[in-house]
């Protein structure tokens, strides 16, 4: 088996995701060993990002020292105001993840490396995590120009123009969505997926946007009254086609590239393409580890 | 001191609201006592309902016995699903609170009346506790063309035609309030009140009702990147400008009056005059116990 060379972690809100990687001192980048877990950022405090890191990662370090200490970086909410360390943000329009900082870790084994994140001034917007997925979209594209969207937490899309970020939106799609199907009124009528609902609700919210908060309560009157049994369907299309309509200026006249491989972005996919959208999706998990291994190469191989 | 001799109940989602009354065999309507509390429908069981009512009332049931029955309405959520024992509803247009169902209550000494709830098939809503609000509204008052606004939870906008509700809405603004300022990312922002942000955040909604869930994140953003320290005006102002601008063809012109005398309903009041609405504001409390002394009087004075 090749050894570790060095580590990749996406530490997100909700979730925590680390990858062996070894070190094949060209472009590619080969994944040993992966590790997945929920101990998210969201219910962290800062002292325990280092010991979790090391509960998961610490079977990869036999042989370090703080002569040839393992090197980890980290992007995503371990560099948020609520995370391990506070990272800085690159400002827009720019080329992202090129920043980092290096944390002083306990353990002399690892030697910790934290992405910059991405802000806007105008509107005012900021990103974590996405930035250095979007850097290993930007570093496997010929073309210059891209729309992106990425479904989650907090949604984000951003628009690629020649070569860099130049601007990017975030839609609370995916936090507003888990508060009101668990916590809301809402909760008790849920019932099941169906398509033909899903689509309907996004075409419904499109065309008067402005209604979603009086559609939301329809959705509870529709079960009371007709025990209608789809709400999680017409729920999900209210709050992504909420955000559609707050994102239309930018895909009604371009293709859509979503970063993602999930349930999701399925949903996603299926709503631009009722409204005659080109979209393609693409695995964000690849593209988070080709964009710490283009930081990578530049920390440790002067790429 | 007058005695006691009926009793009205508005048992809402989140709150519980009890009057003993006196009998002033006339359209007046007195209250002898009164009694708060937080134990609203969400957080009960069916089979707790009149436990808990008779720990409030118990010790205004001296003398009462199986042939002489304090005279318990209630409207609101008691009649709910999720409540006491499930309550019809009446379907608009129509005099609203017209119908009651009787509980077999456990203890003789109370005989247990609770309010229909109003429903409306298209689009599809339904009411629990303001239509006893409104018919107190609507026996008080000589013009027959209103529109009223009850914020709350649920909020309820209904327009009253010929002395009869012939539609209504509901906006899940208050629950959605209380969600992302307690449970969502934006709860590290939300700083201090201002009246002028909340206005610039109604107007920004207004103008562009598509983009509330891109402006939430923005307000997260504003106190990371520039420490603005009034995330809670700009939330209320971003949730109750959705909610206005769903409502607008029934605001943009006519009067509004409000229901209610609380800080919440203040700021509807301030919300609907930035955009040059005539606004007057009535306490709902009188006014649920005005629509509950109609019903007494219906049941045992053939009123």
Redesign the interface.
């Known amino acids: 088996m090749k050894k570790i060379d060095w580590i990749a972690v996406d530490w997100g809100?909700s979730h925590l995701r680390i990858w062996g990687m070894n070190d094949a001192m060209n472009d590619s980048c080969v994944t040993i060993a992966e590790k997945f877990s929920t101990q998210g950022m969201k219910n962290l405090e800062p002292n325990q990002f280092e010991t979790i890191l090391l509960e998961h990662i610490g079977e990869w370090l036999d042989g370090c020292d703080s002569d040839s200490a393992m090197p980890v970086i980290a992007c995503g909410m371990a560099g948020a105001?609520?995370g391990w360390v506070e990272a800085p943000?690159d400002k827009v329009p720019c080329l992202p993840a090129q920043n980092t900082i290096t944390i002083s870790s306990n353990d002399a084994r690892i030697k910790m490396h934290v992405i910059a994140g991405l802000?806007?001034?105008n509107?005012?917007?900021?990103m974590r995590g996405e930035e250095t997925m979007i850097l290993g979209y930007i570093s496997q594209q010929q073309e210059k120009k891209h729309l992106l969207c990425l479904p989650g937490t907090?949604s984000k899309w951003a628009v690629i123009d020649n070569g860099e970020v130049s601007s990017f939106?975030?839609?609370?799609?995916g936090?507003?969505f888990a508060?009101?199907s668990t916590?809301?009124?809402l909760r008790?009528n849920l019932g099941q997926w169906d398509d033909d609902c899903f689509i309907k609700s996004i075409s419904a919210t499109l065309a008067?946007?402005?209604?979603?908060?009086?559609?939301?309560?329809?959705i509870?009157?529709?079960n009371?009254?007709?025990n209608d049994n789809h709400g999680i369907a017409y729920l999900s299309g209210a709050?992504i086609g909420?955000?559609l309509?707050?994102?239309?200026p930018l895909w009604q006249e371009n293709a859509v590239t979503i970063i993602g491989d999930n349930t999701l972005a399925g949903y996603y996919k299926m709503a631009l393409e009722s409204q005659n959208v080109s979209v393609q999706m693409i695995d964000g998990s690849m593209l988070v580890r080709a964009g710490l291994h283009q930081i990578y190469r530049k920390l440790y191989q002067n790429a």
Do not use: W
């Open positions: 809100t105001r609520q943000y802000c806007q001034d509107p005012p917007d900021v907090h939106q975030t839609s609370m799609s936090e507003l508060l009101l916590q809301s009124v008790h008067n946007p402005e209604k979603t908060n009086i559609r939301l309560f329809n509870r009157a529709l009371l009254l007709y709050i909420l955000e309509a707050g994102m239309k």
